[in-house]
């Protein structure tokens, strides 16, 4: 038999390697067999084929079975489909394979109009679950491995949709404003249908030239938008009061920018804390009453090329701060412009979190070292006494000796204090004396601080914001007593003012253009000195910083610092026996004591432009207040039945549902007749 003679394939259930084998002796194709691939394979031909037929047949059973075949260098090679994409599969990057079948080739499409990323989900339900499909989108080109005869469907997948966009317009207005038309043809475009889409339509509208740019997949589409456009692009009606709601400024402010930005007004001008209504440049209308409509005048050329001359031609700006809306009754060439800075203004506003941390550091050591004698005697005519005392507060050794004498009895400070000697001496004049021999006192004392604040605020750009963490305490600053002609006091009163003792933190941030942040700094830490007088009042202490700083977001800067160290010494002596070299300490008191505060200021701003910024800052605080509370709850053993403390939800649960509940049905309040 020729190697070109047509064969008749009968292979039921027969081994894999048996089949290969025989179709490999019939095409002349050499096999090189994975050893996993195992089976059998049932191939059946009813009317004789060619070998180079028998060889695409095999091709076909063995994908059914899993396997694949890769051609390399004259082998063919048998292996699994998951793995036949790490061999040497073919690449065509210009033009599809030719020939199909069922072999593995990698192909290489480059996209002209449409993106290649967007492109993978289209084309990823279409190749086999072991091959792939993978995008490069700085070349914007998709790689496909796929057996051959579905990489030619895939190509004709991809030519369809990789088409242009259909056409791109430039609709000039001549009456109405970009920014307001824009969006109404979206809508109506989008209702008409039936989706959210816009009908394969994209408008947007372009405030400088005041036109709108127009994309459409037909120029049909297009067409239908100039005529709709034309019949809505007309002198109004009935006037030019146009209404602008704005979605995150605030209407009082962007009045008083516009009123600057028109020019010259003539009128007396309302401050803005005094308008309940009004931009906040408010002017009389001529009356002699204070208006809260702005009237401004200046020239404005329409932006769409009209050559419209609004010179002398007043408008008038009007805030409505319940809806946060412009009311605006102006020229179209001046409203258009007015459009134009509106948009600029209404800009979500960045904000600054401000984390301070507020570190104290103090310490302080004191110590005490003295020596106090007495001796009391008499012979009955004549009385000795000698003391050596020093003033040192409750230890002072004669108030010690009085106090024994007499029966009380005074309790000695804090330290080691040692007292030798006992009995009492009577002295003529005098009275009972106790004799005691010494008096010994030793003291060190050393106390550390170590306070740590860190509060933390967030505000708008350019907005100030503030928090207090202490007390409010009242302070006397007047009063007035009057006891008549008796001794009972008529009419008594005083007057108090409050102020908060804490730790006050007051910034106010500005964002510049390189994302800098300007911060004005207020910062104080102050006290009550619970050891002093009251009757006078409280004594405070007070550390405050104010200052105005440039910070990268996100750096840490230092404030400032306070490094406070003091030492006070004092020394009591007999005159000459205190100087004595080591008897001297007999006739001598010492005491010492050093104190040393470290006070550092630290802040670090952060600017939170999205909504991601802020969520992630708030969700770490709540999470920390929710461990808080579940580490502070108690067993409730106590209390039988009862549920746990009050805690707060889980992040990012839904809001509660309140239920609905139906309006009752009302009554027929038809009148009707009244019987007898």
Do not use: C
């Not at 199909?100 to 449409?114: I, P, S």
């Not at 024994?404 to 000695?412: D, E, H, I, N, Y």
């Amino acid at each position: 038999m020729a190697a070109s003679d047509p064969v008749s394939l009968n292979f039921q259930n027969a081994d894999i390697d048996t089949v290969i084998q025989a179709i490999g002796k019939l095409s002349g194709n050499n096999f090189l067999v994975d050893p996993r691939v195992k089976g059998k394979l049932n191939i059946v031909t009813n009317t004789p084929v060619a070998p180079d037929l028998a060889y695409q047949i095999l091709l076909s059973a063995l994908r059914l079975q899993g396997y694949t075949a890769v051609e390399d260098k004259g082998i063919t090679k048998i292996l699994p489909e998951a793995d036949a994409k790490l061999h040497a599969v073919p690449v065509n990057s210009n033009a599809v394979a030719a020939g199909g079948g069922d072999r593995l080739v990698t192909q290489v499409f480059a996209l002209h109009h449409e993106s290649a990323t967007q492109m993978v989900p289209v084309v990823r339900p279409l190749v086999a679950p072991n091959n792939s499909v993978t995008a490069f989108p700085s070349n914007n080109v998709l790689v496909v491995t796929d057996y051959a005869s579905n990489i030619a469907r895939i190509a004709s997948v991809i030519e369809s949709l990789d088409v242009a966009q259909g056409d791109l317009s430039v609709i000039a207005l001549n009456h109405a404003a970009a920014g307001d038309l824009a969006p109404l043809l979206s809508r109506l475009l989008a209702e008409r249908a039936g989706s959210n889409s816009s009908g394969g339509v994209q408008i947007l509208a372009e405030p400088h030239s005041n036109s709108l740019l127009v994309r459409a997949d037909t120029p049909s589409r297009i067409i239908a938008v100039r005529q709709l456009v034309a019949n809505l692009d007309r002198p109004g009606a009935g006037g030019n009061i146009h209404v602008v709601y704005l979605k995150n400024a605030d209407a009082r402010q962007v009045a008083e920018t516009l009123n600057a930005t028109l020019g010259t007004s003539t009128g007396s001008t309302t401050p803005a804390s005094s308008q309940s209504a009004s931009g906040l440049s408010g002017l009389t209308d001529g009356s002699g009453v204070g208006g809260t409509t702005t009237t401004a005048t200046g020239v404005a050329n329409s932006p769409a090329g009209s050559g419209a001359n609004a010179a002398g031609r007043s408008g008038t700006i009007q805030a409505d701060p319940m809806n946060n809306a412009l009311i605006i009754n102006a020229p179209e060439a001046i409203y258009r412009n007015l459009r134009v800075v509106i948009d600029q203004l209404d800009r979500r506003r960045a904000q600054v979190y401000i984390e301070a941390l507020i570190a104290e550091i103090s310490t302080e050591r004191a110590a005490e070292f003295g020596i106090q004698w007495a001796a009391a005697g008499s012979n009955g005519s004549t009385s000795v006494i000698g003391t050596s005392a020093f003033a040192s507060g409750s230890n002072n050794l004669l108030q010690l000796a009085t106090g024994a004498a007499s029966g009380t009895v005074t309790v000695p400070g804090n330290g080691l204090t040692l007292a030798v000697g006992g009995g009492k001496v009577n002295i003529p004049g005098v009275g009972d004396v106790l004799s005691l021999g010494l008096l010994a006192r030793f003291l060190e004392n050393e106390v550390s601080a170590n306070i740590l604040s860190t509060p933390n605020i967030v505000t708008l750009d350019n907005e100030e914001a503030k928090i207090v963490v202490g007390r409010n305490v009242p302070f006397v600053t007047g009063q007035y007593t009057n006891t008549g002609s008796g001794s009972t006091v008529s009419n008594p009163f005083q007057t108090i003012e409050r102020k908060d003792v804490g730790l006050t933190l007051k910034v106010r941030p500005q964002i510049s253009e390189g994302g800098a942040i300007r911060l004005a700094i207020y910062q104080e830490a102050s006290a009550v000195v619970g050891s002093t007088d009251t009757g006078n009042g409280p004594t405070t202490t007070k550390r405050s910083i104010e200052s105005m700083v440039m910070v990268d977001d996100g750096a840490i800067i230092a404030l400032g610092g306070l490094v406070e160290d003091s030492y006070s010494g004092g020394e009591e002596k007999v005159p000459m026996l205190g100087d004595l070299p080591v008897a001297g300490a007999l006739f001598r008191y010492d005491n010492r004591k050093r104190s040393k505060t470290n006070l550092v200021v630290f802040l670090r701003p952060v600017i939170l432009r999205e909504r991601e910024d802020y969520a992630g800052i708030t969700r770490s605080r709540y999470d920390y207040v929710i461990g808080e509370q579940r580490a502070s709850a108690r067993p409730r053993d106590l209390l039988r039945g009862e549920s746990g403390p009050a805690e707060l939800p889980a992040f990012g649960s839904a809001a509660p549902t309140v239920p609905y509940a139906p309006p009752a049905p009302v009554e027929d309040a038809t009148i009707r007749p009244i019987h007898q």
